[in-house]
């Protein structure tokens, strides 16, 4: 298991969330927290966080389950899809807002935490739309809706975009205006990640600039929702090695603590979070973490003392159900991981004409890599008879490297290892072959400094683990950081062609 963020002595270490939970936001709903998270183009999406002290987190579900269009997400479109979302808690509602930037601006619902979601709502559509934040003003009885723009898509960036919005979060009601331009403030680029809030009579956007790994957090106020705002640096990296850091979500304790977290960029690992102590000054604004740069370790919020907790990572998959920490790399179809009686999770073997680069397959159970130097182990048995068939364990992302298994022509299953770099269009073998006479192996990848991953495995025949090829770096994609992965795959054909089944995954910390 690994360990978390909680020192036990009353303080933490950042970051409190050490994996990719890119892009924050967070929610205080009574004495319970929320986060979510983007997910892009994984399902299930916007995954949901819960704590009780901001330093311990455990996953409790997903508001999305699948991707919208249907259609386009049937394929891995790894940098597409959820960017960004926000999480707020009005009329006795749960609502998440996130940009697609391929449709425009979305929001699903829900009257508890667990669900159930609603569908996704497209609230205002067009390309190039991302990182939506409402806001319902209690003194006013307006809505509001503020978000950033992908150059990428629409040809601008550097500019957030208000709207008034329904009060029920169907639509926005006018044609909108840029209301920060960072073109017009000396110094501030790629303006992005608006969180939209209400406080001490001015409304508030907490946006990074500056670019995710060498920017900073500002601050921008007005005493009017279309402005004009001023704005200000309240967090920076300083003489810190936390880079960025980025976007996030500002919380208020029930005592009157205020808090926030944000993301730093750390290459293969992704985007981990931190928690950041946060007062306001006489003069108005803000003030995080320490003198306005990221702390490394600090004491705990003032709340009831909790258990010390990490988001899940190890699974026996009782019934051949996998915990909630695991996301396919598309929308997801009936039959890949049929549920059964026993323990272990039994993946079909999908027919796919891209066998041989997995950056191309919808079937892929994912979950995120540890931000730490830990091993990851699994037990696999490839129940397929079928020539060609394989299934492993795989650590995913712009290049790719797995271990495992594959039945040959002549009906033997071979211990295979394989990687592809980032620009090669299909996999080599990393190690020699062997066979595995009972059909089953042992799998492990120990993540070293910077993510670099060592593979091994254990046949059986008392020989303990054995390393296998070279290390092999993981990378990450555009967005994304590296995953590790679970398949079971098959050349192009007709019928069924078996399943492979996963036992006792772990994680483990070095």
């Known amino acids: 298991m690994i360990t978390g963020a909680d020192l036990g002595d009353g303080t933490y270490r950042n970051p409190v969330l050490n994996a990719d939970w890119s892009d924050p936001d967070v929610v205080r709903v009574g004495d319970d927290f929320y986060l979510t998270a983007s997910s892009f183009g994984r399902a299930p999406g916007l995954p949901l966080l819960h704590s009780r002290d901001l330093v311990n987190w455990t996953i409790v579900g997903h508001a999305l389950e699948r991707l919208r269009p249907a259609n386009e997400f049937r394929v891995p479109r790894h940098d597409c899809g959820v960017w960004a979302p926000s999480l707020r808690y009005h009329d006795d509602r749960f609502w998440i807002f996130w940009g697609d930037p ?14 159930p979601w609603t569908s996704p709502h497209l609230v205002k559509g067009g390309r ?35 709207h008034r919005m329904h009060p029920e979060g169907t639509g926005v009601l006018d044609e909108g205006k840029v209301i920060v331009d960072g073109d017009r403030i000396p110094g501030w680029f790629t303006v992005e990640g608006p969180k939209l809030y209400r406080h001490d009579g001015w409304f508030w956007i907490l946006a990074p600039a500056g670019g995710v790994e060498t920017g900073w957090q500002g601050a921008l106020r007005s005493r009017d929702f279309f402005g004009p705002y001023e704005e200000r640096i309240v967090l920076e990296q300083g003489d810190t090695d936390v880079n960025g850091p980025h976007q996030g979500g500002w919380v208020r304790t ?13 290459g293969p690992y992704g985007r981990v979070v931190h928690l950041q102590p946060m007062s306001w000054g006489t003069d108005g604004w803000p003030l995080m973490g320490d003198g306005g740069a990221p702390v490394a370790v600090h004491r705990k919020p003032d709340l009831p003392v909790q258990p010390t907790a990490v988001p899940a990572t190890d699974d026996d998959f009782p019934g051949g159900r996998y915990g909630r920490q695991w996301q ?8 890949w991981a049929p549920q059964h009686t026993g323990d272990g999770l039994r993946l079909s073997c999908v027919r796919s004409a891209d066998a041989h680069d997995l950056r191309k397959l919808p079937s892929i159970l994912t979950q995120r890599l540890p931000g730490v130097e830990c091993a990851v182990e699994v037990e696999l048995r490839l129940d397929s008879e079928e020539p060609g068939a394989r299934a492993g364990l795989a650590v995913l ?14 009906g033997t299953v071979r211990l295979v290892h394989r990687f592809a770099e980032s620009v090669a269009e299909r996999e080599r073998d990393a190690g020699r072959p062997r066979v595995a006479p009972e059909g089953r192996v042992r799998l492990r990848i120990a ?21 296998s090829g070279p290390v ?3 990378t990450p994609w555009r967005w994304v950081g590296a995953l590790l992965g679970l398949f079971a795959l098959a050349p192009v054909g007709g019928g069924h062609a078996g399943s492979a089944t996963f036992t006792q995954f772990r994680v483990v910390s070095s």
């Not at 003003?137 to 898509?153: F, I, M, P, Q």
């Not at 992302?397 to 002549?410: K, M, N, P, T």
Request: proline share 3%; hydrophobic share 35%.
């Open 328 to 335: 396919w790399t598309a929308n997801p179809q009936d039959g």
């Open 102 to 115: 391929d449709h425009g601006v979305f929001q699903v619902n829900s009257p508890q935490i667990r669900g």
């Open 472 to 474: 092999f770096a993981a």
């Open 254 to 266: 029930a005592a009157g603590e205020h808090w926030f977290l944000h993301f730093q960029q750390r």
């Open 447 to 467: 993540i070293g400094a910077g993510a670099r991953c060592g593979f091994s495995y254990d046949l059986g025949a008392g020989d303990g683990w054995e390393s």
């Open 128 to 162: 190039g739309l991302i990182d939506a934040c409402p806001l319902w003003d209690e003194e006013t009885g307006e809505a509001y809706l503020v978000h950033a723009w992908a150059k990428s898509r629409s040809g601008v960036k550097n500019r957030l975009t208000g």
């Open 397 to 410: 992302g712009d290049s790719f490297g797995w271990i495992g298994l594959d039945r040959a022509s002549d």
